[in-house]
């Protein structure tokens, strides 16, 4: 079942997506050369905490972090610790969210630590931030699932090829609901597939995490002996961006964008829902 949230209950999300949003500013501005992502962690802790708000993630499943730190050629869910630490040319994709009076946020970005990186990572992030734009853009009321994915893929795929030949759009995981709890129905894919249909109609009230993950190889992972944290099996470097959005009658709401989303939306002749919180 497909949780169909209220205006007020939106409103609630967009206080947990504005806690989400805090975090990306103070997780991106402390990843520098020298910093481990344990220190990621410590800061993203800070920010929750003098927010009143809750971790989404820490015990997630037994996960022992408050965000995913995400280096290189990790593609998601990466556990902070004091042995990895940032440096000069490296990318990360940081995962985070929280709570607030039981209604969740979720949203990831991708770094750069330092200066000097290739421009093909610097392409790999524009193009997977990008196609998350793009598929924020298709959510409309009376649109399917599918366009949403639609958008993601046909996107990427109308990009220059990088020199590593290919973009590989992750396929062990997606985007998802979102609402009391942090992954709920649907699953959303950032591919067409003929075996999932065209998905949910989209309707006011539906909540969801758009999150594209790419790399600059293959679309395989796997996941290491921790349990956690997973990679891409031929080792090329990926991509992650995502925000958590909500359907209201007056279009998308991006609800852990500072400015609702509003300014990238426009690139794309969409006008993005007010703040419920203005």
């Known amino acids: 079942m497909v949780q169909i949230k209220t205006p007020e209950q939106i409103a609630k999300m967009r206080e947990a997506g504005l806690v989400v949003a805090a975090i990306h500013a103070a997780t991106r501005e402390a990843a520098v050369p020298g910093a481990t992502t344990?220190?990621?962690d410590q800061v993203a802790r800070?920010?929750?905490?003098?927010?009143?708000?809750?971790?989404?993630?820490?015990?997630?499943?037994?996960?022992?972090?408050?965000?995913?730190?995400?280096?290189?050629e990790v593609v998601v869910h990466?556990?902070?610790?004091?042995?990895?630490?940032?440096?000069?040319?490296?990318?990360?994709?940081?995962?985070?969210?929280?709570?607030?009076?039981?209604?969740?946020?979720?949203?990831?970005?991708?770094?750069?630590?330092?200066?000097?990186?290739a421009p093909e990572l610097v392409e790999l992030s524009r193009v997977t931030e990008e196609s998350m734009w793009a598929g924020i853009a298709a959510m409309k009321v009376n649109n399917r699932l599918v366009d949403i994915s639609k958008a993601i893929e046909s996107y990427i795929r109308?990009?220059?090829r990088p020199a590593t030949g290919k973009y590989g759009i992750i396929e062990d995981f997606g985007g998802h609901g979102i609402g009391t709890e942090m992954h709920m129905d649907p699953?959303?894919?950032?591919?067409?597939?003929?075996?999932?249909?065209?998905?949910?109609?989209?309707?006011?009230?539906?909540?969801?995490?758009?999150?594209?993950?790419?790399?600059?190889?293959?679309?395989r992972t796997e996941t290491l002996a921790d349990d956690w944290t997973v990679?891409?099996?031929?080792?090329?470097?990926?991509?992650?961006?995502?925000?958590?959005?909500?359907?209201?009658?007056?279009?998308?709401?991006?609800?852990?964008?500072?400015?609702?989303?509003?300014?990238?939306?426009?690139?794309?002749?969409?006008?993005?829902?007010?703040?419920?919180l203005a």
Request: some cysteine.
């Open 158 to 160: 109308r990009q220059p």
């Open 231 to 276: 990679i891409t099996t031929d080792g090329t470097w990926s991509s992650h961006w995502e925000h958590s959005i909500a359907l209201t009658e007056q279009g998308p709401l991006v609800l852990t964008a500072p400015d609702c989303g509003k300014a990238k939306l426009a690139e794309y002749g969409v006008e993005a829902a007010p703040d419920p």
């Open 78 to 117: 990466g556990i902070p610790d004091e042995k990895t630490v940032l440096k000069d040319g490296d990318i990360i994709s940081i995962d985070a969210g929280a709570i607030v009076d039981g209604w969740h946020g979720d949203a990831a970005y991708t770094a750069f630590v330092g200066t000097g990186h």
């Open 38 to 40: 344990h220190d990621l």
């Open 187 to 219: 699953h959303l894919l950032n591919y067409v597939s003929r075996k999932r249909g065209k998905g949910i109609k989209l309707v006011p009230g539906v909540c969801l995490a758009i999150e594209p993950m790419v790399s600059l190889g293959t679309a």
């Open 46 to 72: 800070k920010v929750i905490a003098d927010h009143g708000a809750k971790s989404n993630f820490l015990g997630y499943g037994g996960f022992p972090a408050t965000i995913c730190t995400s280096v290189n």
